[in-house]
Nanobody, 114 residues
Framework: QVQVVESGGGLVHPGGSLRLSCATS????????LSWYRQAPGKERELVAA???????NYADSVKGRFTISRDNAKSMVWLQMNSLKPEDTAVYYCNALWVGNYWGKGTLVTVSS
């Protein structure tokens, strides 16, 4: 059974940091293209960061230089390190695994507020 579970969200002040984790199971993790998306209230879901099976990365312009995506194939996990957080980063963050299957977690809420 496929599982994708995000964790690490919470309330943080502007300028602070959070590290999101995504634990997965039930599929061949190492083959998968992994991404973090986010959806703010009243907005569409958007791609934040992605990492390929060969560890190439891509970031939305709005987070370049502040966020870092990483993966560990042995642990079947992917992380999103978020630094210098801004109020506009407030959203529910989702982990996605894409290849043969297309798997989503239920999300973790990040709130950036003073």
């Amino acid at each position: 059974q496929v599982q994708v579970v995000e964790s690490g969200g919470g309330l943080v002040h502007p300028g602070g940091s959070l590290r999101l984790s995504c634990a997965t199971s039930g599929f061949t993790f190492s083959n998968y293209f992994l991404s973090w998306y986010r959806q703010a209230p009243g907005k569409e879901r958007e791609l934040v960061a992605a990492i390929t099976s060969t560890v190439s990365t891509n970031y939305a312009d709005s987070v370049k230089g502040r966020f870092t995506i990483s993966r560990d194939n042995a642990k079947s996990m992917v992380w999103l390190q978020m630094n210098s957080l801004k109020p506009e980063d407030t959203a529910v963050y989702y982990c996605n695994a894409l290849w043969v299957g297309n798997y989503w977690g239920k999300g973790t809420l990040v709130t950036v507020s003073s």
